[in-house]
Structure formats: C-alpha cells, structure tokens
C-alpha cells in the first residue's frame, strides 16, 4: 500500500465533499479525469443523496466528474465496491509479483463499461486498490 498525502487541493475537495454531504472520506484521489472519493461504511447513502442529487450538485460545483466507493479493509469487497455500477458477480485474485492480481468478474452487458473507454475505469481501479491493499494489477472478466 502506497503511503497517501494530500495536496492543498485535494484537502480543499475534502472538505466541500464532506460539507456538502456529511460524509466522512477516507481517501480521494485523481484518477484519469475523476475525483474518487473513498467513503467509510455506510457513508454511500449520504454521499450520493436520492437520487444521486447530492453528488450531481457537487459535480456542477466543482465542474468534475465525482466517483464515489465505499471503502473496505478487505480487498474483496473494495474490489466489489469499486465495480458496483456494473453489477460485479465474482472476485478472484492470483499472485502477482510482491502483490496480487484480481479479476473481477462483471455482468456480460456491463464489461465494456466496466473497463471504459482506454481502459479509464480499470486504471482508477488499479489506483484505488493499489493504495489500499496488495492488489498490484486489475482485470475485467
């Protein structure tokens, strides 16, 4: 796990995201051209609001594109939990190097999406777990 420091910046995002929603964030990152923001257990409900209004206003407001995961110690469910919007069935890791290698395994119809466009949506995938457990490298399934 890479040690994580936040620039002025990113602690400004912080705390508009945790004003604006009550959230409390265990990490945020820059990712492609997302904001990632790790939320604690059960903070989703809060963070993205009904409807996802909550999250939409913050989008508007900073003028960025917002991806909101709730975080877990267990690398299983943070690999789930990063792949939720497209429906993840099965998590399975092999050794890799001085770390590991997850496959997700996701809904048929929702592989392209899953893995975005260039490969976006794996890369912040990548970055994510890469800065909270072993996982060294990710693949869709």
């Given at each position: 796990m890479?040690?994580?420091?936040?620039?002025?910046?990113?602690?400004?995002l912080i705390r508009l995201f945790e004003e604006r929603t009550g959230?409390?964030?265990?990490?945020c990152l820059h990712a492609e051209d997302k904001v990632v923001?790790?939320?604690y257990p059960g903070e989703i409900p809060k963070a993205v609001g009904p409807g996802g209004a909550v999250v939409?206003?913050?989008?508007?407001?900073?003028?960025r594109e917002i991806q909101v995961v709730e975080y877990s110690p267990d690398a299983e469910v943070l690999a789930r939990n990063v792949f939720f919007p497209f429906g993840p069935r099965k998590v399975e890791f092999q050794p890799k190097g001085k770390g590991r290698h997850v496959?997700?395994?996701v809904d048929p119809a929702w592989k392209a999406r899953a893995i975005g466009k260039a490969g976006k949506?794996?890369?912040?995938?990548r970055a994510v777990?890469?800065?909270?457990?072993?996982?060294?490298?990710?693949?869709?399934a």
């Open positions: 890479a040690e994580i420091s936040f620039d002025t910046e990113t602690l400004g959230a409390r964030v265990k990490d923001f790790l939320v939409d206003r913050l989008k508007d407001q900073t003028h496959t997700v395994t949506n794996l890369k912040i995938a777990l890469m800065r909270h457990s072993d996982i060294v490298s990710v693949s869709v």
